[in-house]
Nanobody, 124 residues
Framework: QVQVLESGGGSVQSGGSLNLSCRAS??????????MSWYRQAPGNERELVAT????????YADNVKSRFTVSRNNDAENTVFLQMHSLKAEDTAVYYC???????????????WGQGTQVTVSV
C-alpha cells in the first residue's frame, strides 16, 4: 500500500492564497510514481480533477484554475508535490484530495492511491 498524506488546507478570504502539500510513502516495497494529481469535491458536487503533475514534469490543469493554481514537485522531498493556489474564489471551496498513480516494485499494474483530503474554505 502507498500512503498519501495531504496538508495545508484552511480558511482564507476571497483573493487570498493557500498552499497544499501531498506526500506519498510506503513502509513496504518501493514504488514508482507515474503522476500525482489534485482533485476536489464541493458539497453536492462530483469529485473533479484540478491539476496533475506527471513524472516527466509536464502538468495539466482544469480550465477554471489555470493561471491561478500551480502544481509543482518538492525537490527537497521525494514523492511530494505542492499545489499553490492564488486569487482564490468562493467557488474554490471544497475538500481537496491528492491522488497518486503508482506501481510497487514487482507489480504489473499501476494503481491509484488517495489521501483523506484537506478542507479549503474561501469566504467572500
Amino acid at each position: 500500500q502507498v500512503q498519501v498524506l495531504e496538508s495545508g488546507g484552511g480558511s482564507v478570504q476571497s483573493g487570498g492564497s493557500l498552499n497544499l502539500s501531498c506526500r506519498a510513502s510506503t513502509s513496504g516495497r518501493p514504488f514508482t510514481v507515474n503522476a500525482m494529481s489534485w482533485y476536489r469535491q464541493a458539497p453536492g458536487n462530483e469529485r473533479e480533477l484540478v491539476a496533475t503533475l506527471f513524472s516527466s514534469g509536464s502538468t495539466m490543469y482544469a480550465d477554471n484554475v489555470k493561471s491561478r493554481f500551480t502544481v509543482s514537485r518538492n525537490n527537497d522531498a521525494e514523492n511530494t508535490v505542492f499545489l499553490q493556489m492564488h486569487s482564490l474564489k468562493a467557488e474554490d471551496t471544497a475538500v481537496y484530495y491528492c491522488n497518486v498513480n503508482a506501481k510497487k516494485d514487482g507489480d504489473t499494474y499501476w494503481r491509484n492511491f488517495w489521501g483523506q483530503g484537506t478542507q479549503v474554505t474561501v469566504s467572500v
